[in-house]
Structures are given as structure tokens and as C-alpha cells.
């Protein structure tokens, strides 16, 4: 009996010790989601903010003849084995209605900028808040270029368009389409 009695006390101290030494698992899920890099894009020169600059008009000019500035982008970075979009994100979201479509506002009321890509000769217009596909040419193994032109219009007849400086702003953000 005794060394019955010893093995319990052994089992006991055993199975003490096993409760005293007891842990718990944890199950961690872990998820992610792997994306392309995001793209680079700059001016021709890098300026920062680009400025366009139509100077001095005269607003009988806008009945006349187009009123256009040009520059290109320079696109680097990205998976350009994707395509790749544009979208136009005015600052305070002010948007002009002009020949059916969105364009950029300015601080005139019935001014506005309307963009397009015109990039290898062929003419896209391009939206306001609208995720749209861009077409730029390749300058080498890195960079790509895409040529944009802005076009002051005005949506209301020209006599009723105030008179003096504007200013509009606009993000331009390149991603994938």
C-alpha cells in the first residue's frame, strides 16, 4: 500500500504541476492584400505645383479661336504592363457643366478648363471626378510621357463673365484602370 499511496502522492504532484504549468493558444489569421506600386508622376521641369498660365485675354478671344496651353506629364513607377487611368479631382469639388460633360471651374462663374489627353496625335477628352484611361508613350525602360491640353472656355454667353484674374485647382492622379 505504501507504494501505492507514494505513486498517488507522485500522481497528484504530477498532475499539480501540469495545471500550475498550463497555457493557452492564441490563433492569429493574418491577411494582406499585395498591390502594385503606386505611380509617380511629375511636370517636365518638376515644378510643383505645375502652373498653367493663360496670361492676359480678351474675352472676345474665347468666341474667336481656341484659348489653349499644353505640357506633358511624365509617368514613372508604375506596372506599366497594366493600363493605366487619370482621374481629375478639382479642389472644393467645383465642377462646370460644358457640352456635356464636367470640366475644371474657375473663380469666374461661367468659366471653366476643359482637359484633354492628347497624347501620340490621338484626341480623349478627359472628366472631372471620373476614373478615365490614359495612353502616355514610352520615353525609356522607366518613364512614360503624356501630353495634356487645357482650354479655357466659357459655358455662358461672354458678355455676362466677370472681368479680371482667376484661379482654379486641380489633383491629378495616375492609377490603375
Given amino acids: 500500500m505504501t507504494m501505492l499511496n507514494q505513486m498517488k ?3 497528484g504532484l504530477l498532475l499539480l504541476c501540469t495545471v500550475l504549468e498550463s ?4 490563433l492569429i489569421d493574418v491577411t494582406a492584400t499585395m498591390v502594385d506600386p503606386a505611380c509617380n508622376i511629375r511636370s517636365e521641369n ?5 502652373a498653367i498660365d493663360f496670361n492676359i485675354i480678351n474675352s472676345s478671344e474665347l468666341n474667336k479661336s481656341a484659348v489653349v496651353k499644353d505640357f506633358s506629364l511624365y509617368i514613372s513607377d ?4 497594366k493600363s493605366l ?5 478639382p479642389k472644393g469639388g467645383s465642377t462646370l457643366s460644358y457640352n456635356g460633360k464636367n470640366i475644371l471651374a474657375t473663380s469666374i462663374d461661367g468659366l471653366g478648363i476643359d482637359f484633354t489627353e492628347v497624347t501620340g496625335g490621338t484626341i480623349r ?3 472631372m471626378n471620373k476614373k478615365q484611361r490614359i495612353y502616355p508613350e514610352r520615353v525609356n525602360a522607366t518613364l512614360y510621357r503624356m501630353d495634356l491640353q487645357a482650354q ?3 459655358a455662358v454667353p461672354i458678355k ?5 484674374e482667376f484661379t482654379s485647382t486641380v489633383t491629378l492622379s495616375v492609377t490603375y484602370n
Fill in 9 to 11: 502522492k507522485s500522481l
Fill in 23 to 26: 497555457h493557452a493558444d492564441v
Fill in 46 to 50: 518638376s515644378s510643383s505645383p505645375l
Fill in 78 to 81: 508604375c506596372n506599366f504592363s
Fill in 85 to 89: 487611368a487619370m482621374v481629375l479631382n
Fill in 125 to 127: 477628352a478627359l472628366e
Fill in 152 to 154: 479655357l472656355v466659357s
Fill in 160 to 164: 455676362q463673365l466677370e472681368l479680371g
